[in-house]
């Protein structure tokens, strides 16, 4: 009986002691934290891993007013974005790449590519310019469109919370325009998410008509 006791309480020791080390070593991963930022802000986030530096990716649904219920319906309003501004650094400018691909149900698919920018260094506002080449109307014989673009997105702060706005045009007479203003939340250091409000404009060819969705937009961010 006593060796149990004994035994019992070895193992109890050992586990302990076990787990003390794992925590010691989970610590040396703490994620830096970002100027101004505080890091008791975020207490319910556990440890994340890293981007590289200049990565940001995000995913983003706007729907209409009429917000559809069924998610497979929902997820036609989004868009996916990746922007990489690490890549090389032009009279003090952070310059990379970035890539997108959206979709409006039923009205528009449009992909775009193109050279991003940090304009301060900061990740407060970024400008993309490059090529996009979409797809307007109700048809799908409606020939796809190669056309320039331009996006702005800027954030007021690094602070939690922050307000955030973003548009984007292309250069072309079948012409596409959005814009989003809202605010948003600071998760943890890599996880932002933003709502707001969204306004899109695009020609329909075959219908001889500007289509304009308006809606509110959400946007979940994952990099720095």
């Given at each position: 009986?006593?060796?149990?006791?004994?035994?019992?309480?070895?193992?109890?020791?050992?586990?302990?002691?076990?787990?003390?080390?794992?925590?010691?070593?989970a610590s040396s991963y703490l994620m830096p934290?970002?100027?101004?930022?505080?890091?008791?802000?975020?207490?319910?986030?556990?440890?994340?891993?890293?981007?590289?530096?200049?990565?940001?990716?995000?995913?983003?649904?706007?729907?209409?007013?009429?917000?559809?219920?069924?998610?497979?319906?929902?997820?036609?309003?989004?868009?996916?974005?990746?922007?990489?501004?690490?890549?090389?650094?032009?009279?003090?400018?952070?310059?990379?790449?970035?890539?997108?691909?959206?979709?409006?149900?039923?009205?528009?698919?449009?992909?775009?590519?193109?050279?991003?920018?940090?304009?301060?260094?900061?990740?407060?506002?970024?400008?993309?310019?490059?090529?996009?080449?979409?797809?307007?109307?109700?048809?799908?014989?409606?020939?796809?469109?190669?056309?320039?673009?331009?996006?702005?997105?800027?954030?007021?702060?690094?602070?939690?919370?922050?307000?955030?706005?973003?548009?984007?045009?292309?250069?072309?007479?079948?012409?596409?325009?959005?814009?989003?203003?809202?605010?948003?939340?600071?998760?943890?250091?890599?996880?932002?998410?933003?709502?707001?409000?969204?306004?899109?404009?695009?020609?329909?060819?075959?219908?001889?008509?500007?289509?304009?969705?308006?809606?509110?937009?959400?946007?979940?961010?994952?990099?720095?």
């Open positions: 009986m006593a060796a149990g006791a004994f035994m019992l309480a070895v193992g109890l020791f050992l586990a302990a002691d076990s787990l003390a080390q794992e925590a010691h070593y934290t970002l100027p101004g930022s505080n890091p008791q802000a975020f207490p319910f986030i556990l440890r994340e891993l890293t981007p590289p530096p200049g990565l940001i990716i995000e995913m983003s649904v706007a729907p209409p007013m009429n917000v559809p219920t069924d998610p497979y319906d929902l997820g036609k309003y989004g868009r996916v974005s990746v922007d990489y501004t690490g890549i090389a650094s032009f009279d003090g400018t952070e310059l990379g790449v970035a890539a997108q691909a959206l979709h409006v149900a039923h009205h528009l698919l449009f992909y775009s590519a193109g050279i991003s920018s940090d304009i301060n260094n900061d990740g407060m506002f970024l400008f993309t310019v490059g090529i996009s080449h979409y797809q307007s109307g109700n048809s799908r014989a409606e020939p796809f469109v190669d056309a320039p673009f331009i996006r702005l997105r800027f954030q007021s702060s690094p602070d939690n919370i922050f307000g955030y706005s973003e548009i984007e045009t292309t250069m072309h007479f079948r012409s596409y325009i959005s814009g989003m203003v809202g605010l948003g939340i600071r998760l943890s250091p890599m996880v932002r998410m933003i709502g707001g409000f969204h306004h899109t404009e695009f020609v329909m060819p075959t219908e001889r008509l500007v289509q304009q969705v308006n809606g509110l937009e959400g946007i979940i961010s994952w990099g720095l």
